[in-house]
Antibody
Framework: EVQLVESGGGLVRPGGSLRLSCAAS????????MSWVRQAPGKGLEWVAN????????YYVDAVKGRFTISRDNARNSLHLQMNSLGADDTGLYFC?????????????WGQGTLVTVSS | DIQMTQSPSSLSASVGDRVTITCQAS??????LNWYQQKPGKVPKLLIY???NLERGVPSRFSGRGSGTDFTFTISSLQPEDIATYYC?????FGPGTKVAIK
């Protein structure tokens, strides 16, 4: 059974940093692109970043470029999101998602999410 | 950047009704369009990928079609368990969502 379990969320002050992690199991992690998607309270979905199977390619939404870094450890079946210079607009539930092979960023499995709250 | 518009933003229909949601891309995206369902308080679920392919395990009352810039998502016979918000997605861009309610 495919499982994605996020961790690392919490309350952080504006300008602060957090590192999110996603533990993957039940599939061959190194064979899949992985994504982070977020959802502000009461709002829609926003794709944040994704990373190629071997980590050689990474893409980000404009709103986080230069502040967030996606990475993965295929030996430990883990995905990470380093978030710096956090602002109130970064508040939300952050989901880790597996992308379906074939492109188009079709996320076929999702974790339950980890909540990030940016507030003073 | 490609923009995605979705309509309507919300709808109310009766059980058994045919429901259609449209999604429009600001430029040609071929068939690279996905549809998700998110029930209140739940994780999004992939329903349709590459515009018209039904994800495994998804009921056949859900369907999608389109290519280029114009896409449609249809629920052929609305069921009570279909109450949710539906999102289209093209690569790194989600549409704003359509909230579906029972009349």
């Amino acid at each position: 059974e495919v499982q994605l379990v996020e961790s690392g969320g919490g309350l952080v002050r504006p300008g602060g940093s957090l590192r999110l992690s996603c533990a993957a199991s039940g599939f061959t992690f190194r064979n899949y692109w992985m994504s982070w998607v977020r959802q502000a309270p009461g709002k829609g979905l926003e794709w944040v970043a994704n990373i190629k199977e071997d980590g050689s390619a990474k893409y980000y939404v404009d709103a986080v470029k230069g502040r967030f870094t996606i990475s993965r450890d295929n030996a430990r079946n883990s995905l990470h999101l380093q978030m710096n210079s956090l602002g109130a607009d970064d508040t939300g539930l952050y989901f880790c998602a597996r992308e379906r092979p074939g492109g188009a960023v079709a996320a076929d499995y999702w974790g339950q999410g980890t909540l990030v709250t940016v507030s003073s | 950047d490609i923009q995605m518009t979705q309509s309507p933003s919300s709808l109310s229909a009766s059980v058994g009704d045919r429901v259609t949601i449209t999604c429009q891309a600001s430029q040609d995206i071929s068939n690279k369009l996905n549809w998700y369902q998110q029930k209140p308080g739940k994780v999004p679920k992939l329903l349709i990928y590459d515009a018209s392919n039904l994800e495994r395990g998804v009921p056949s009352r859900f369907s999608g079609r389109g290519s280029g810039t114009d896409f449609t998502f249809t629920i052929s016979s609305l069921q009570p368990e279909d109450i949710a918000t539906y999102y289209c997605q093209q690569y790194g861009t989600f549409g704003p969502g359509t909230k579906v309610a029972i009349k």
